[in-house]
């Protein structure tokens, strides 16, 4: 008995140890005021610590979930209920924030089952014959062989090589632009060739033939590369068993060369 009793005494937290406690209280509650959650949840926790009342725990629950952590606030909210033995009001607010945070509500005590008489077994009843089926034959892949794969890069490479060759074709030509306007020069009259002039008209000139060289590639590439697709689409022994979707056509001009794709669906 006298051993319990210490034992009893010794559980008690001390009276300094409980004014601190209260002080950390106060202090978490002046911080929920100001919406400072996380500051709450910290002196909430170090109040229980000295307190050991489990009523603390749903202080903690709520600091944590008004702070955005709903992970950490159903973990507190859920120790509440089991060692804090709530009132049943209580226990339903909880249980709601519980479920409010994305956590099942805790689980309810099961009502006794009725006594029953146990039925007897079930007579077993005659298999019946049925005819096995044959199994369900395996889809047909509808992923593209490896031949199909390269021909379409042929494609992408093609458009590519020709949009930069387009681009590269449009600077050229804003050069020639820059040229004639420097022959205009400023409201109509040219400027003084001297070597400034003369200058600026040499970079002009370097720069448009570079843009027109650049892009003479460019288109030259995307016509390799599509010759190379067209081929590639001919020669695929599998473009007999589908129909073709695509028609590439390389096309060559006087100021150019190019290719035209078509692509139905």
Same mark, same amino acid.
Not at 32 to 47: L, N
Not at 94 to 103: F, L, P, Y
Not at 148 to 171: N, P
């Given at each position: 008995? @006298?051993?319990?009793? &210490?034992?009893?005494?010794?559980?008690?937290?001390?009276?300094?140890?409980?004014?601190?406690?209260?002080? $950390?209280?106060?202090?978490?509650? !002046?911080?929920?005021?100001?919406?400072?959650?996380?500051?709450?949840?910290?002196?909430? /926790?170090? %109040?229980?610590?000295?307190?050991?009342?489990?009523?603390?725990?749903?202080?903690?629950?709520?600091?944590?979930?008004?702070?955005?952590?709903?992970?950490?606030?159903?973990?507190?909210?859920?120790?509440?209920?089991?060692?804090?033995?709530?009132?049943?009001?209580?226990?339903?607010?909880?249980?709601?924030?519980?479920?409010?945070?994305?956590?099942?509500?805790?689980?309810?005590?099961?009502?006794?089952?009725?006594?029953?008489?146990?039925?007897?077994?079930?007579?077993?009843?005659?298999?019946?014959?049925?005819?096995?089926?044959?199994?369900?034959?395996?889809?047909?892949? !509808?992923?593209?062989?490896?031949?199909?794969?390269?021909?379409?890069?042929?494609?992408?490479?093609?458009?590519?090589?020709?949009?930069?060759? %387009?681009?590269?074709?449009?600077?050229?030509?804003?050069?020639?632009?820059?040229?004639?306007? $420097?022959?205009?020069? $400023?409201?109509?009259?040219?400027? /003084?060739?001297?070597?400034?002039?003369?200058?600026?008209?040499?970079?002009?000139?370097?720069?448009?033939?570079?843009?027109?060289? @650049?892009?003479?590639?460019?288109?030259?590439?995307?016509?390799?590369?599509?010759?190379?697709?067209?081929?590639?689409? $001919?020669?695929?022994?599998?473009?007999?068993?589908?129909?073709?979707?695509?028609?590439? &056509?390389?096309?060559?001009?006087?100021?150019?060369?190019?290719?035209?794709? !078509?692509?139905?669906?």
């Amino acid at each position: 008995m @006298l051993a319990a009793v &210490v034992g009893v005494a010794s559980a008690q937290p001390a009276p300094a140890d409980l004014a601190r406690a209260k002080e $950390l209280y106060q202090s978490a509650e !002046t911080a929920m005021a100001q919406s400072r959650f996380d500051d709450a949840a910290r002196d909430y /926790a170090a %109040a229980y610590d000295l307190s050991k009342d489990p009523v603390l725990f749903f202080k903690i629950g709520s600091a944590h979930q008004k702070a955005g952590k709903c992970d950490i606030a159903v973990v507190y909210y859920r120790r509440y209920l089991k060692e804090g033995a709530p009132a049943e009001p209580f226990a339903t607010t909880t249980r709601e924030r519980i479920t409010a945070c994305g956590g099942d509500k805790a689980p309810e005590p099961a009502p006794p089952e009725p006594m029953t008489t146990p039925a007897p077994p079930p007579t077993p009843e005659p298999a019946a014959t049925t005819t096995p089926t044959e199994p369900p034959a395996p889809a047909k892949s !509808t992923a593209l062989p490896a031949r199909h794969r390269l021909a379409w890069l042929l494609v992408g490479g093609s458009i590519a090589s020709f949009t930069v060759g %387009a681009v590269l074709a449009y600077s050229a030509n804003a050069a020639e632009n820059d040229v004639d306007d $420097l022959y205009v020069g $400023l409201g109509g009259i040219p400027p /003084a060739y001297d070597a400034r002039t003369k200058a600026r008209l040499d970079e002009l000139i370097d720069e448009g033939e570079r843009y027109e060289l @650049l892009s003479r590639i460019g288109f030259g590439v995307a016509g390799a590369l599509a010759i190379g697709a067209t081929i590639r689409f $001919l020669t695929d022994p599998d473009a007999a068993e589908t129909p073709a979707k695509t028609s590439i &056509v390389p096309t060559v001009s006087p100021r150019g060369a190019g290719v035209a794709a !078509t692509i139905r669906f």
